[in-house]
């Protein structure tokens, strides 16, 4: 558990430089001719190769082949693609095609200059169940579906066809509930992606007739046209704060474990403190992480601390006991963590744990290095034995009450994931913790980034520098809900309904 967290902290920490750092750049040039589009789009690919090759477990990881498999495969499609290139979006979507076939979400491309297009047809659509239906046709120009209309085709695709062949190959993990329900809004958004243009004509039925549409596509509006588009996905965040929306009921926003909101991180956790035996004490609390994607895992230990006391979470059985972590060794990668030993060892001090662990990092990580060794594998003291087999542990949820007065209720809108995730495995291993909204995110065995900046400085990836070995949650492992929210994500419906199944 400590080597987890301590992990954790200096990923944040190292986070925090690198967004410092890169918030002092000035934007790099576009290039200005198709030409000079397409070398940047194939130097940058090659730049991608080798770094994903050198500085990351993936192509000598050889228990996880099909990873193996696409360093390959996938670098050949992508050098078709980057042959192609001539503007910014096929620049981009040459690249980012490689980077999301890992199907790993800590393995990732993102523009350093935010794509220019986004266009749409006049409606937003969302889903329902496997279907896709329109959420809201407020700028349509001219005929168009109605709201509530289900998509039947379009070109002459079913729209599971179309989500396979124009959204996942590029963005969105099919493996994961959140993005399965975005791609059904990602539809009808278009980036500019030749690789996957937009649809043109497409068939929706309403009341069981059946109605065929030009589709005209156009700019997106100024207007409230993000926020429409948020809610039919998986809307708002979680607010930071403890309320109580009636007697009885606490309700306690965290949409985030960032380091970057420590200032509010730590306020959460007094105030929870500050009225911990009333909100046990009371009939129901609601933990709000919708939006929550992750940071550092020891505010979710803290805030869980806070909520249930010490004694309930020392009582939980550690979640990956006898596992490893395997480093891909590399001087890029040992330069990382030399960048962020100073500012640990200050921030917890020089006899700290924080500072032990930094420091055996450093010197593993050397001595590894200077003895050609391509990976470093870290254990907790004193484990010697074999790494046991992993995976399903959010099959193993304890039952019984609640070791506190209060029904707990975690409420998710398909986003926690990576400390989120920590977090998850603390509370919903705790008897009588139910999971609301929607099923959680999952995390591949790839984990803590390292941000780097390809040779244009277009786009940057972010590098997963270890795998788990061992770990109990399995790769992209979510947890189930208990009880799933099929309603419009919008924040006042969701926050309504959760009351209402808290008063239950």
Known sequence: MMLRILIAVAAACAALTGAAFAQDQQPPALPATPQAWRAAAEADLEALWMYIREDTPVAIDSENPRMQRWFDRGYREARSRARRANDQASYFYALAAYTNGFQDPHLN?????????????????????????????????????????????????????????????????????????????????????????????????????RSTFDLTWRDVPGDDFWTRYNIAT???????????????????????????????????????????????????????????????????????????????????????????????????????????????????????A?????????????????????????????ETGPIPQGGGYTQRRPQGASPIPAHVYMLSNGTCASACLDFADIVMHIPGTQLIGMDTAGDGL?????????????ARVNLPLKVYRGRARGALEAYHADIAYDGVWDDLAVRNWAIEVAQR
Request: proline share 8%.
């Open 446 to 458: 790839l984990m803590e980034i390292r941000d780097q900046t390809l040779p244009s400085g277009l």
């Open 234 to 352: 998986t809307g708002p965040g979680a607010q930071f704060g403890v309320s109580t929306p009636e007697e009885g009921l606490t309700w306690i926003g965290v949409p985030t474990f960032d380091n970057s909101s420590s200032e509010q991180l730590r306020a959460l956790v007094d105030q929870i403190k500050a009225s911990a035996a009333p909100i046990r004490a009371g009939h129901a609390i609601i933990i709000d992480v919708r939006g929550n994607g992750g940071g550092n895992s020891e505010w979710g230990a803290e805030i869980a601390r806070a909520v249930w006391g010490d004694e309930v979470i020392s009582a939980i059985p550690e979640s990956n006991p006898g596992g490893a972590t395997d480093w891909r060794v590399s001087q890029r990668n040992l330069d990382y963590i030399n960048s962020f030993a100073p500012q640990l060892i200050q921030q917890f001090g020089e006899d700290s």
């Open 354 to 382: 924080v500072a032990v662990w930094i420091r055996q990092s450093q010197q593993g990580f050397a001595t590894a290095l200077a003895s050609g060794q391509p990976i470093w594998r870290e254990r907790d003291a004193g």
């Open 109 to 209: 491309l993102q523009p350093v200059v935010p794509l220019s297009v986004a266009r749409w047809p006049g409606f937003i659509t969302t889903a329902r169940g496997e279907d896709t239906i329109v959420a809201s046709n407020y700028g349509a120009e001219g005929p168009a579906p109605e709201n509530g209309a289900r998509l039947i085709s379009c070109d002459g695709e079913t729209p599971a066809r179309l989500r396979e062949r124009a959204v996942f190959p590029f963005t969105l993990n099919p493996q994961i509930l959140r993005d399965r329900r975005v791609a059904h809004t990602r539809l009808f958004l278009d980036r500019g992606n030749p690789f996957a243009p937009p649809p043109r004509r497409c068939v929706f039925e309403q009341d069981g007739a």
